[in-house]
């Protein structure tokens, strides 16, 4: 099973250009997609759909979208009847299984005096895989600073792991007549997290290295896939500005999973050559 996370900063490439075509090349073969920085009527890119471009353009795949805001960009009325022009902000997920289930998770925030500071959020899909079902996390974290993307992460991952006690999205529908959908002890986080390799919000989500033991598999702590694996570290994103200057280059995009299933951790790399967004998609194989 192959997943990929691509912020796709509003469909705006590293030539500042918008192409939905090569953002939806970039993501061939992949059975779960989980999406960031996906947009409805936002002015960086003219205004366009792109929920309904995606899915017009991945047509066989399932798809759950999760707006953190609206914000009004010009609302009016025409020959009598109301328009309403909402800025969305969020992330997506697409499958090629159903999707049995989703909920959007709005992180916590606090008020920016001096740099932009939009609501961030995680959406949760359960997914119907060839692995049994399973939940996905497309998430997008704070840019600004770690105490914020700290709390962020605490209260994400105590929505994870509180899963099985919260029952999901619903529960006890055997009250009319439904089977109790699955509670999957499996979880996929991947997403935007704006934060590097060992760092304290890092740390939150993997646990510090042991002296002895390095990072064993706990049941309370996910894993970095790419780390798992020894993998050489990749850049995921390029300073559009700079876009030659590798002092800029970071490694920010991550795919962690449940300690259950690092067994099943089949292979992780970066997509170093797409260009449709200043950041690079993040695969990762699961067996």
């Not at 289930?101 to 925030?109: C, D, H, I, Q, V």
């Not at 209260?155 to 792991?161: D, T």
């Not at 510090?208 to 894993?223: F, Q």
Request: include cysteine.
């Amino acid at each position: 099973m192959k997943c990929v996370s691509y912020n796709i900063q509003y469909g705006i490439g590293l030539d500042g250009g918008y192409d939905i075509g090569r953002i939806v090349g970039s993501l061939a073969g992949a059975d779960v997609i989980a999406l960031q920085e996906v947009t409805r009527n936002n002015p960086q890119n003219q205004g366009r759909d792109m929920v309904a471009e995606l899915c017009a353009a991945l047509p066989d795949y399932f798809s759950v979208f999760g707006p953190n805001f609206e914000a009004d960009m010009g609302s009016h009325v025409k020959d009598g009847r109301a328009v309403d022009l909402r800025f969305q902000f969020g992330n997506m997920i697409l499958s090629k299984t159903p999707v049995l289930a989703s909920r959007n998770f709005l992180l916590p925030r606090r008020r920016s005096i001096s740099h932009l500071n939009l609501q961030r959020g995680a959406l949760e899909a359960m997914i119907d895989t060839e692995l049994g079902p399973l939940r996905f996390y497309s998430t997008h974290l704070d840019h600004r600073g770690p105490d914020e993307r700290l709390a962020q992460i605490r209260f994400l991952m105590e929505r994870i792991y509180g899963y099985p006690l919260e029952g999901g999205v619903l529960s006890g529908v055997t009250e009319l007549g439904f089977p109790e959908p699955p509670l999957p002890e499996g979880f996929v986080l991947m997403g935007d997290f704006n934060m590097l390799p060992g760092s304290v919000e890092y740390c939150e989500v993997t646990g510090h290295l042991d002296h002895e033991y390095g990072l064993p598999l706990v049941a309370s702590k996910a894993v970095d896939a790419a780390a798992y694996l020894d993998a050489a570290p990749q850049t995921t994103w390029l300073d559009p500005e700079r876009p030659a200057d590798e002092s800029r280059f970071k490694r920010i995009d991550y795919c962690f999973v449940a300690a259950t299933l690092a067994a099943r951790i089949r292979s992780s790399h970066v997509d170093q050559a797409a260009k449709g967004s200043d950041h690079q998609p993040v695969w990762l194989e699961l067996g």
